[in-house]
């Protein structure tokens, strides 16, 4: 994800830990802050060709990194556990200690 610009969210990230992949972000905006570096994705310095290419030549060669920061991937909750707690959370009521854990 070599993103020069500030995003909010960054729904590849989502989509790529939903499978279970690490990512490789720029280390500015969404992305940075829900990617921890070394535990679930690397970061690289954003607009920095050479610091992408080592931490892609990183990714590549350092045996066992991989999937390492697989493991580090927090899956989200599953789906019906995340409509009912937002729902409760509608509805008024304290969140869920599920949903407060997803968001920490």
């Known amino acids: ?3 020069v610009w500030r995003e909010a969210f960054c729904l590849v990230v989502s989509e790529s830990w939903m ?3 690490p990512v490789i972000v720029s280390n500015v905006g969404g992305p940075a802050e829900r990617v921890r570096h070394d535990i679930d994705g690397l970061h690289f ?3 920095d060709p050479r ?3 080592e931490t892609m030549r990183r990714a590549c060669t350092e045996t066992g990194l991989w999937q390492r920061l ?8 599953a789906r019906e556990i995340m409509v ?10 304290q969140a869920p200690a ?7």
């Open 98 to 104: 599920q949903l407060t854990a997803a968001a920490g």
């Open 51 to 53: 610091s992408l290419a």
């Open 70 to 77: 697989a493991d580090g991937i927090t899956p989200p909750p």
């Open 1 to 3: 994800m070599p993103s």
């Open 19 to 21: 499978f279970g992949r």
């Open 45 to 47: 310095e954003v607009g």
């Open 84 to 93: 009912g707690e937002y729902a409760a959370l509608y509805r008024g009521e």
